[in-house]
């Protein structure tokens, strides 16, 4: 995957205000559910991680748990987009849609996506952060 961009960066910096100036309205079961998603969001990417290094070394892929995976994916987009976490909503569902049929996608789309495991954890792990520094 590449890095961000200096303008998608800000984008997503200015996103994030937004968000969490909204989130700074909210009440305190709003700010539970948030964290909750975030915390969700590492759990999916360490499920995937495993399956992956399960895959690497049997040579194995299994259509369950890739069945799982889209699912869980997916449900994580559409909670996230509930409580406003839009921009990681979005690569949920590309995730989602991704483990679900990877060919559907090209190569760049994905690459330009930013759904690598490890920035979904990270973009997480700061959001996280964020909301229980307030």
């Given at each position: ?6 303008r998608s960066l800000w984008e997503l910096i200015k996103h994030l205000r937004h968000w969490l100036a ?74 989602g849609r991704y483990w679900a049929d990877a060919s559907q996608f ?29």
């Amino acid at each position: 995957m590449e890095p961000l961009t200096g303008r998608s960066l800000w984008e997503l910096i200015k996103h994030l205000r937004h968000w969490l100036a909204n989130l700074n309205r909210a009440g305190e079961q709003r700010k539970q559910q948030s964290v909750d998603a975030l915390r969700s969001v590492i759990v999916a990417s360490r499920s995937t991680a495993t399956y992956l290094r399960q895959v690497r070394e049997t040579g194995q892929p299994s259509h369950d748990t890739e069945a799982r995976l889209s699912e869980q994916w997916t449900r994580l987009g559409f909670e996230l987009r509930d409580l406003g976490l839009i921009k990681l909503a979005k690569r949920c569902d590309i995730s989602g849609r991704y483990w679900a049929d990877a060919s559907q996608f090209e190569p760049d789309f994905i690459e330009k996506a930013d759904i690598s495991l490890e920035r979904m954890e990270q973009l997480a792990r700061s959001l996280e952060a964020e909301i229980s520094h307030r």
